[in-house]
T-cell receptor, first 112, second 113 residues
Framework: ETGVTQSPTHLIKTRGQQVTLRCSSQ?????VSWYQQALGQGPQFIFQ???????GRGNFPPRFSGLQFPNYSSELNVNALELDDSALYLC???????????FGDGTRLSIL | KQEVTQIPAALSVPEGENLVLNCSFT??????LQWFRQDPGKGLTSLLL?????REQTSGRLNASLDKSSGRSTLYIAASQPGDSATYLC????????????FGAGTQVVVTP
């Protein structure tokens, strides 16, 4: 059974650019959640997708958007990148909405 | 608004000593509380999950307690080893937000040989 995999592992962008981060869920999981973790902080909830629909959103602006595909893989898109978007982005999948979340190793995004 | 706090922010102990990590939360309306371990630059590994109706959970050298009414959880790690060096995070799942885990900032632990 493969775990949650995220790509790329590292990414460098400049202010104003757009970025897409990808997540492959654990087999059989229909729910994916995304978190942003700034250095020295705990992860902050961005949003959750359940069966391809958004199922909850944290305090993030609309330039953070997501998609979940029929195979339950997922994307996080961020437009108009700002310096404060520099962080580790974590994806977590779960069997269902309230089941325990299994985390990937994250994508480290640096904004110059 | 739910707030999760972990004290201390950092802790250094000699090998063999027991570790005690604290987590407090302001709103008792939670489904469960979970403890995670995070190694530098890595994702989160779940250690223990305690449902809101439970008082404690144990796994090997790890024991976590939950007092929902007072908004506190404690993670005990017995006979610490250098391999236990990591950041430990607690997270609650609020009942008013299905998908969300709300995390504390973590306690960074160093176990010296």
């Amino acid at each position: 059974e493969t775990g949650v995999t995220q790509s790329p592992t590292h990414l460098i962008k400049t202010r104003g650019q757009q970025v897409t981060l990808r997540c492959s869920s654990q087999s059989g999981h229909n729910t994916v959640s995304w978190y942003q973790q700034a250095l020295g902080q705990g992860p902050q909830f961005i949003f959750q997708y359940y069966r391809e629909e958004e199922n909850g959103r944290g305090n993030f602006p609309p330039r953070f958007s997501g998609l979940q595909f029929p195979n339950y893989s997922s994307e996080l898109n961020v437009n108009a990148l700002e310096l404060d978007d520099s962080a580790l982005y974590l994806c977590a999948s779960s069997l269902d909405r309230l089941e325990p979340q299994h985390f990937g190793d994250g994508t480290r995004l640096s904004i110059l | 608004k739910q707030e999760v706090t972990q004290i201390p922010a950092a802790l250094s102990v000699p090998e063999g000593e027991n570790l005690v990590l604290n987590c407090s939360f302001t709103d008792s309306a939670i489904y469960n509380l979970q403890w995670f371990r995070q190694d530098p630059g890595k994702g989160l590994t779940s250690l223990l999950l305690i449902q809101s109706s439970q008082r404690e959970q144990t796994s090997g050298r790890l024991n976590a307690s939950l007092d929902k009414s007072s908004g506190r959880s404690t993670l005990y790690i017995a006979a610490s080893q250098p391999g236990d060096s990591a950041t430990y995070l607690c997270a609650v799942r609020p009942t008013d937000s299905w998908g969300k885990l709300q995390f504390g900032a973590g306690t960074q632990v160093v176990v010296t040989p």
